[in-house]
């Protein structure tokens, strides 16, 4: 109970009990029946006025229960506000250092890509750098005198370059090329030509046997060759410059008779008849 309440009550006691005395000091005055009326109209009275007195404590108390518990509830409420609102602080805290930390990630997220397009550029002209060294090496296909063979950049510049020699009428320095091309790559793909080439030159400088061993060589490796019939009409011309007509003649027939439909052969056609 309030200290309140407990005023209220004793002040409602004492004016009962001030009132009590008064009226039994005056009940002297009057009959004893008149007395005993009015002593249980007074008892009725303050019985009454108890049912009433209790009644207000009863919601006095139901009050102050209502007050502390709702004095606690919004203590509660307040200690739940407050940790609410330190959770939240808390909470933006970490809000803004993570905001933080991705603008942090971002910014290396792109430098990051910036390095990497740099990167990706210069590994761009890396490769187009080491392509462009690597196809000096990588072999080519290469389409020459009605064959298909693939030859390594340096190999076909090196004959390229001996056959422009040859073209220039330098025989001589033609021969050193071709003999020289055909000394580092004995396989080539090139190598018929080169020799049929090189045959050529040595007839030119009047080295007629010599001419005749790479016209025959060429024949050996390639007897199929599209240089082939030039090849066997050019034996026959260095056996005539040698003045063996037998040879000669030998080396006609045998063109006629392996390249009949070629133009070598009707050019041996020809010649054969002034040998008869």
Known sequence: MSSFASQSIFKLTLVLALSSLSFVTNAALFGDDEARRAI??????????????????????????????????????????????????ELQNQIDSLKSDQ??????????????????????????????????FEPIKVTLDGLEFQAD??????FDGALTV???????????????????????GFAPSALFWLGNAQYATKDYKESIANFRKLLSIAPQHARAPEAMLAISNNWVELKD????????????????????????????????
């Open 40 to 89: 249980l109209d007074l008892r009725q009275r303050l019985e009454a006025t108890q049912k009433k007195l209790d009644a207000t404590q009863q919601k006095l108390d139901a009050t102050q229960q209502r007050l502390e518990t709702t004095q606690q509830s919004v203590k509660s409420q307040s200690d739940d506000n407050a940790i609410l609102r330190r959770s939240l602080l």
């Open 153 to 158: 950049p340096a190999e076909k510049n090196q």
């Open 103 to 136: 603008a942090v990630m971002r910014g290396s997220f792109e430098q990051f890509l910036k390095d990497l397009s740099e990167v990706q550029v210069k590994q761009k002209d890396v490769l187009q750098t080491v392509d462009s060294r690597l196809s000096k």
């Open 166 to 188: 040859f073209r220039t009428g330098d025989f001589a320095a033609a021969q050193n090329s071709l003999s020289a091309f055909l000394l580092k790559y004995p396989s080539s």
């Open 245 to 276: 007509l037998k040879a000669a003649k030998k080396a006609m027939e045998d063109l006629v008779k392996l390249h009949p439909a070629s133009e070598a052969a009707q050019t041996a056609k020809q010649r054969l008849t002034r040998f008869k």
